[in-house]
């Protein structure tokens, strides 16, 4: 044998030499797969209790509450300085009452249990109304969103009623139910049903196609697809259609209320201006807003307690 291939075969290393040189680059030998877990360390993160956790939202909602907290003391400043020098400038405020004026009466009413009587009456009555034009209107919002023969055959229908105003019900419920008390009720019903009824088609028909066709595939039923699917996907339009249900049922409630009422924040206001008593109605007119404001804060709370994903999305996407 040649002295140069001698010397190769001297020098090309053992195959156990070979293996053991080269490093392991995309395979992980047995021993390494068989060697127990390194220990992970304990997690540093601190449970916050109720109060730092409340405090830690009022901080980060602070600028808005106050932003809003002085946006209703410019109103009332300048609602204390026009009635004070009685502008007049088109609008007139010689006849109206100021905010101490206004004050003073909130102190005067409270004292009687009669104005406690009638804010609670109206809220009976905004609750029950709102309560039943929410099953009915998500229920048939849903089928009608949904099924194409259902929308068919029931949508033009509910177009027809929905133009009427709900103050125009007024003289035909009270000729439908025997009681003056359900008829102020329906009418309530009937100016909240129809804007979560529009709302809730208009969410389930853009439920993203692509997420039915996927629960299909995966061997969904019907029910657990209008359970699971649709009405998450739609309940962002469900709860704007309720908060603007909110908003037209205490119009069509304080409405109701002034025509064929006996008791009721409407009929405190419209009684409070035939005895010509100019700081009850601006109270009723206060209370009024102050009750729809809760109301619809409310459904905004709910809304995002069942939605935690869209305050993730809105505080992602914030524009600062």
């Known amino acids: 044998m040649p002295t140069s291939t001698q010397r190769l075969f001297h020098?090309?290393?053992?195959?156990?030499?070979?293996s053991e040189a080269a490093p392991a680059r995309g395979l992980a030998r047995p021993e390494e797969i068989l060697r127990a877990p390194l220990p992970v360390p304990p997690s540093t993160t601190v449970a916050l209790s109720p109060a730092e956790r409340g405090w830690q939202v009022l901080r980060q909602h602070a600028p808005a509450y106050l932003m809003g907290a002085c946006?209703?003391?410019?109103?009332?400043?300048?609602?204390?300085?026009?009635?004070?020098?009685?502008?007049?400038?088109?609008?007139?405020?010689?006849?109206?009452?100021?905010p101490m004026e206004v004050l003073s009466k909130v102190a005067e009413v409270n004292s009687s249990p009669k104005f406690i009587k009638n804010v609670g009456m109206s809220l009976q009555r905004i609750f029950i109304g709102f309560a039943i034009a929410t099953v009915l209107g998500v229920a048939l919002g849903m089928l009608i969103g949904r099924y194409r023969l259902t929308r068919s055959f029931m949508f033009p229908a509910m177009e027809v009623f929905r133009p009427i105003p709900a103050i125009a019900w007024v003289?035909?419920?009270?000729?439908?139910?025997?009681?003056?008390?359900?008829?102020?009720?329906?009418?309530?019903?009937?100016?909240?049903?129809?804007?979560?009824?529009?709302?809730?088609?208009?969410?389930?028909?853009?439920?993203?196609g692509v997420l039915l066709r996927a629960s299909q595939c995966l061997g969904a039923r019907e029910r657990q697809?209008?359970?699971?699917?649709?009405?998450?996907?739609?309940?962002p339009q469900i709860f704007t259609g309720l908060a603007v249900g909110m908003g037209v049922a205490w119009v069509s409630l304080i409405a109701a209320e002034m025509i064929s009422g006996q008791f009721g924040i409407g009929y405190f206001t419209w009684e409070a201006y035939s005895l010509i008593s100019y700081?009850?109605?601006?109270?009723?007119?206060?209370?009024?807003?102050?009750?729809?404001?809760?109301?619809?804060?409310?459904?905004?709370?709910?809304?995002?307690?069942?939605?935690?994903?869209?305050?993730?999305?809105?505080?992602?996407?914030?524009?600062?």
């Open 279 to 320: 700081p009850e109605i601006v109270l009723g007119m206060i209370t009024i807003g102050v009750l729809g404001l809760l109301c619809s804060g409310l459904i905004r709370f709910v809304g995002k307690s069942m939605m935690p994903w869209l305050s993730y999305g809105a505080r992602a996407g914030s524009v600062r």
């Open 11 to 18: 020098e090309v290393p053992a195959p156990s030499a070979l």
């Open 71 to 98: 946006a209703l003391m410019g109103i009332v400043l300048f609602w204390h300085l026009a009635t004070t020098y009685r502008l007049d400038f088109y609008i007139r405020f010689s006849n109206i009452p100021t």
């Open 171 to 208: 003289p035909i419920s009270i000729m439908l139910w025997p009681d003056n008390e359900v008829s102020i009720v329906f009418i309530t019903f009937i100016g909240a049903f129809f804007p979560i009824l529009l709302n809730t088609i208009s969410g389930v028909q853009a439920v993203d």
């Open 225 to 235: 697809i209008m359970w699971y699917v649709v009405l998450p996907g739609a309940a």
